[in-house]
T-cell receptor, first 113, second 115 residues
Framework: KQEVTQIPAALSVPEGENLVLNCSFT??????LQWFRQDPGKGLTSLLL?????REQTSGRLNASLDKSSGRSTLYIAASQPGDSATYLC????????????FGQGTTLQVKP | EPEVTQTPSHQVTQMGQEVILRCVPI?????FYWYRQILGQKVEFLVS????????KSEIFDDQFSVERPDGSNFTLKIRSTKLEDSAMYFC?????????????FGPGTRLTVL
């Protein structure tokens, strides 16, 4: 059974710092891995999607990597800003052809001015 | 930019009552999903829907739950007899065509409170 874990559960950094969020999954048979952002009481906003054949994806200050064989992904945020404060979720798409996403519990990031 | 919308944003109901949560997916999307998030817990998959039928459902999605696409735009989740443990944030999502490459777009959620 696929399990997704995110470490750390919470992170507090000063503005401008570069940071890395970690995601691990137990079964390497995935179609893709997605990173989402969730603001308090709000929905999920897709940040990056990495297909199983890819190693990384970049969007602006965000870079996500995927090492499928070791069951790990990282989300790198460069030059963090207070507006980056949110909960970051990773989710893997199972190879079931049904679109089922399995989520980690998230990392809550606080960027202090 | 197209977005998934959900109504109501907050629903309060008494235990045992029926509720219907409504979603309008992005118009050209073909796959539809419901997820839920109990406060402080992970986002959990409930059901996926394609070509007017359920593709997969989780163990949570028992006989009390049903989904429907009554017309070309709406996608609904019905809970027949709500329980206290159904209190959660319910998210609708949709994706375009290719499951392995297409992002799932999530709505803002409906917060369901069962008293």
């Amino acid at each position: 059974k696929q399990e997704v874990t995110q470490i750390p559960a919470a992170l507090s950094v000063p503005e401008g710092e570069n940071l890395v969020l970690n995601c691990s999954f137990t079964d390497s048979a995935i179609y893709n891995l997605q990173w989402f952002r969730q603001d308090p009481g709000k929905g999920l906003t897709s940040l990056l999607l990495i297909q199983s054949s890819q190693r990384e994806q970049t969007s602006g200050r965000l870079n996500a990597s995927l090492d499928k064989s070791s069951g790990r992904s990282t989300l790198y945020i460069a030059a963090s800003q207070p507006g980056d404060s949110a909960t970051y979720l990773c989710a893997v798409l199972t190879p079931s052809n049904t679109g089922k996403l399995i989520f980690g519990q998230g990392t809550t990031l606080q960027v202090k001015p | 930019e197209p977005e998934v919308t959900q109504t109501p944003s907050h629903q309060v109901t008494q235990m045992g009552q029926e509720v219907i949560l409504r979603c309008v997916p992005i118009s050209n999307h073909l796959y539809f999903y419901w997820y839920r998030q109990i406060l402080g817990q992970k986002v959990e998959f409930l059901v996926s829907f394609y070509n007017n039928e359920i593709s997969e459902k989780s163990e949570i999605f028992d006989d009390q739950f049903s989904v429907e696409r009554p017309d070309g735009s709406n996608f609904t989740l019905k809970i027949r007899s709500t329980k206290l443990e159904d209190s959660a944030m319910y998210f609708c999502a949709s994706s375009e065509q290719e499951l392995s490459t297409d992002t799932q777009y999530f709505g803002p959620g409906t917060r369901l409170t069962v008293l």
